[in-house]
C-alpha cells in the first residue's frame, strides 16, 4: 500500500515536471511566434513606408517636370518676345543712324527724338529684368523724396494721351476730392508703376477706354486703373502677376511684350509699402487698384520751381576725368561737361588713367568697371590710396550686376550710376559730390519772344473751337482734320495752320494750345 503511494507521487511529480516543461515551451513559442509577428508587422511597415516614399518621389519628380517644362516654355515665349521688343527700337535707330550718316533732309530733332524714344525704351526693357535681378538679391534701393505728385499724374495720363487717341479710345482722369502739392516717395517706381498699368490698359482694350481715378485721404492714396477691355479668366487673376505670363486667351497671348510689367508693378508696389489688386468682369473690362502710403510734408518747399537748363556753376573751375575704354561714353560726357566750365581729361584705360591722374590732379573721376587690362574696381583703389578722400570717384558702368553704392567705409568709390546714363542724374550726382550750386535759366526766359497775337476773321471761330475740344481730347485725327478744312475755308489761316502742323507731328499738344492761344 505504501509502495502505491509511494510510485503515484512519482508519477504525479513527474507528470507535474512534463506539464511544467510543455508550459515552458509553449509560452517560449509564443513568445517566439508573438517577436516574429511583430517583426513582420514592423517589416511590413518599413515596406509600405518605402512604397509611400516613392510614391511621393514619383509625384515630386513627376511636379518638377512640369513646372521645368512650365518654365522652358515660359522662357521660350520670353526669348521670342524679347527678341521683339529688343527689335524693334533697335530697328529705329539703326534706320535713322544710317540716314544721318547718308545726310539726308531729315531734321535732326525728329532723328535725335525717335533716338532717344527708342533707347529709352531698350532702357526701361532693360531695367525691368534688372528690377527683378535685384529685388531677387536684395539690391533695389528705394529712395524718399519730395514729389509733386499732380504734375506726376498729369505727365503718365498726358502720356498716353497720343496712344490712346491713335487707336480711337478715350483716355480719362479723375480727381476725388483733394490731392496734396507734394508727397514723399520714389518718384521712379511710381512713375514705373503708374505706366505699367495705363500701358496694359490701353493695349489690351479695343473699343471705348481708360480712366485714371486717383483718391487721397489720410495720408495714403487709392490710384483705379479701369479698361474696356477684353477682362480677365477668374483662373488668370494672380498668375497674370508672374513674371513672364500674361494669361492665356489667344488676344492677350498676341499682344507685343514679355510678361514683365505686372510682376514688377506689383514687387514694386509692395516694396513701396503698398499693394496691387485685380478685379475683373470678362467681356466688360478689368481693374486694377493701387493702394499706397504717400504722406504729405508737414511744409511743403517754398515755391515749384520750373524746368531749368544749366548754363554754369559758381565757384572755382573743378577738374573732371572720365575714364572708360568707349569713345561714345566720353564724347557725350565732353559735350555735357566741358560747355559748362569744367576742364576734362579723357582716359581709355586703367594704366592711362592712373597716369593722367598724377599729372591732372582731378576733383572728381567718372570710372569705368570693365576695361582692358586693370578693372576699374582696382584703379579706384588705387585712386584712393595716391589722393585719399579728397577725390570723388563715382563708378559709371553697365555691369549693373555689381552695383555697390559707395561710402560705406569699405568701398574705394563714393558713388555708381549704371548705364546708360541719364544726363540730368549725372549733373546732380557732380553737384552732390562737389557740392555745386548750378547756375540756370529759367526755359521761359530762354524762350524766344512771344509772337503777336494772330488776327482772324469770325468764320475761322468754329474751327478754333473744334482744334481746342480736340486738343482737350487728345484726338490728333481729329485736330489734322480740322487743320486741313481750316486751311481749305479760311486762307487767312495758312500762316497758323504753317506753326500748329509742326507741333501736331511732334505730338505737341501743350505748344499747340499755346499756339491757340495767341489767335486773336
Known amino acids: 500500500m505504501a509502495i502505491a503511494r509511494i510510485l503515484g507521487t512519482i508519477c504525479l511529480g513527474l507528470a507535474l515536471a512534463v506539464a511544467a516543461t510543455f508550459a515552458r515551451l509553449f509560452l517560449k513559442a509564443r513568445d517566439r511566434h508573438r517577436a516574429a509577428e511583430a517583426a513582420n508587422r514592423a517589416q511590413t511597415e518599413r515596406l509600405c513606408a518605402e512604397i509611400a516614399a516613392h510614391r511621393e518621389t514619383e509625384a515630386a519628380l513627376a511636379k518638377a517636370k512640369e513646372t521645368a517644362e512650365a518654365a522652358n516654355a515660359a522662357k521660350t515665349r520670353y526669348l521670342v518676345a524679347v527678341s521683339h521688343e529688343i527689335r524693334s527700337p533697335l530697328n529705329a535707330i539703326y534706320g535713322y543712324a544710317q540716314l544721318l550718316e547718308r545726310g539726308d533732309s531729315i531734321p535732326p530733332r525728329e532723328a535725335g527724338g525717335v533716338i532717344r524714344r527708342s533707347a529709352e525704351h531698350l532702357t526701361n526693357l532693360v531695367e525691368g529684368l534688372l528690377d527683378i535681378s535685384r529685388v531677387e538679391s536684395g539690391v533695389l534701393q528705394v529712395r524718399q523724396e519730395l514729389v509733386r505728385l499732380p504734375a506726376l499724374l498729369d505727365q503718365v495720363v498726358e502720356m498716353f494721351r497720343v496712344q490712346a487717341s491713335a487707336k480711337g479710345l478715350s483716355l480719362d482722369y479723375v480727381v476725388e476730392g483733394r490731392l496734396p502739392a507734394y508727397v514723399r516717395t520714389d518718384e521712379k517706381r511710381l512713375r514705373q508703376i503708374l505706366i505699367n498699368l495705363l500701358s496694359n490698359a490701353i493695349k489690351y482694350t479695343e473699343t471705348g477706354g481708360a480712366t485714371l481715378t486717383v483718391r487721397y485721404r489720410s495720408q495714403s492714396a487709392?490710384?483705379?486703373?479701369?479698361?474696356?477691355?477684353?477682362?480677365?479668366?477668374?483662373?488668370?487673376?494672380?498668375?497674370?502677376?508672374?513674371?513672364?505670363?500674361?494669361?492665356?486667351?489667344?488676344?492677350?497671348?498676341?499682344?507685343?511684350?514679355?510678361?514683365?510689367?505686372?510682376?514688377?508693378?506689383?514687387?514694386?508696389?509692395?516694396?513701396?509699402?503698398?499693394?496691387?489688386?485685380?478685379?475683373?468682369?470678362?467681356?466688360?473690362?478689368?481693374?486694377?487698384?493701387?493702394?499706397?502710403?504717400?504722406?504729405?510734408?508737414?511744409?511743403?518747399p517754398a515755391g515749384a520751381a520750373a524746368y531749368r537748363r544749366v548754363t554754369g556753376y559758381q565757384g572755382a573751375q573743378k577738374t573732371i576725368l572720365v575714364i572708360d575704354d568707349s569713345p561714345a561714353q566720353t564724347t557725350v560726357v565732353n559735350h555735357l561737361l566741358r560747355p559748362l566750365g569744367f576742364s576734362v581729361f579723357e582716359a581709355s584705360g586703367g594704366t592711362a588713367g592712373l597716369a593722367l591722374a598724377e599729372h591732372c590732379s582731378p576733383d572728381l573721376v567718372l570710372l569705368d568697371i570693365q576695361m582692358p587690362g586693370t578693372s576699374g574696381w582696382d584703379v579706384a583703389e588705387q585712386l584712393r590710396a595716391r589722393f585719399g578722400?579728397?577725390?570723388?570717384?563715382?563708378?559709371?558702368?553697365?555691369?549693373?550686376?555689381?552695383?555697390?553704392?559707395?561710402?560705406?567705409?569699405?568701398?574705394?568709390?563714393?558713388?555708381?550710376?549704371?548705364?546708360?546714363?541719364?544726363?540730368?542724374?549725372?549733373?546732380?550726382?557732380?553737384?552732390?559730390?562737389?557740392?555745386?550750386?548750378?547756375?540756370?535759366?529759367?526755359?521761359?526766359?530762354?524762350?524766344?519772344?512771344?509772337?503777336?497775337?494772330m488776327a482772324l476773321p469770325e468764320s475761322a471761330a468754329p474751327?478754333?473751337?473744334?482744334?481746342?475740344?480736340?486738343?482737350?481730347?487728345?484726338?490728333?485725327?481729329?485736330?489734322?482734320?480740322?487743320?486741313?478744312?481750316?486751311?481749305?475755308?479760311?486762307?487767312?489761316?495758312?500762316?497758323?495752320?504753317?506753326?500748329?502742323?509742326?507741333?501736331?507731328?511732334?505730338?505737341?499738344?501743350?505748344?499747340?494750345?499755346r499756339t491757340l492761344d495767341d489767335v486773336a
Not at 475740344?469 to 485725327?477: A, D, Q, S, T
Not at 481729329?478 to 497758323?496: C, H, K, Y
Not at 500748329?500 to 505748344?511: C, H, K, M, T
Open 389 to 453: 578722400a579728397g577725390l570723388r570717384i563715382v563708378m559709371v558702368s553697365a555691369n549693373a550686376h555689381e552695383f555697390h553704392a559707395g561710402r560705406d567705409g569699405r568701398r574705394a568709390h563714393d558713388a555708381f550710376l549704371t548705364k546708360p546714363v541719364d544726363l540730368d542724374a549725372l549733373l546732380d550726382m557732380i553737384a552732390r559730390q562737389l557740392g555745386l550750386d548750378w547756375i540756370v535759366e529759367d526755359a521761359e526766359a530762354a524762350a524766344a519772344p512771344p509772337r503777336p497775337p
Open 222 to 300: 487709392a490710384i483705379e486703373v479701369r479698361d474696356t477691355g477684353p477682362g480677365i479668366p477668374p483662373e488668370d487673376l494672380e498668375r497674370i502677376f508672374e513674371p513672364f505670363e500674361r494669361g492665356r486667351e489667344p488676344d492677350t497671348v498676341m499682344q507685343p511684350g514679355i510678361g514683365l510689367g505686372l510682376a514688377i508693378t506689383r514687387v514694386l508696389a509692395r516694396i513701396l509699402g503698398g499693394e496691387v489688386t485685380v478685379t475683373s468682369e470678362l467681356g466688360k473690362g478689368s481693374s486694377f487698384l493701387l493702394r499706397l502710403l504717400l504722406p504729405e510734408p508737414i511744409e511743403a
Open 463 to 513: 474751327y478754333l473751337d473744334a482744334l481746342r475740344r480736340f486738343m482737350k481730347l487728345g484726338h490728333v485725327r481729329g485736330i489734322e482734320t480740322t487743320l486741313v478744312t481750316l486751311e481749305r475755308e479760311v486762307p487767312e489761316s495758312a500762316d497758323l495752320v504753317a506753326r500748329l502742323r509742326p507741333q501736331l507731328e511732334a505730338f505737341d499738344l501743350r505748344g499747340l494750345a
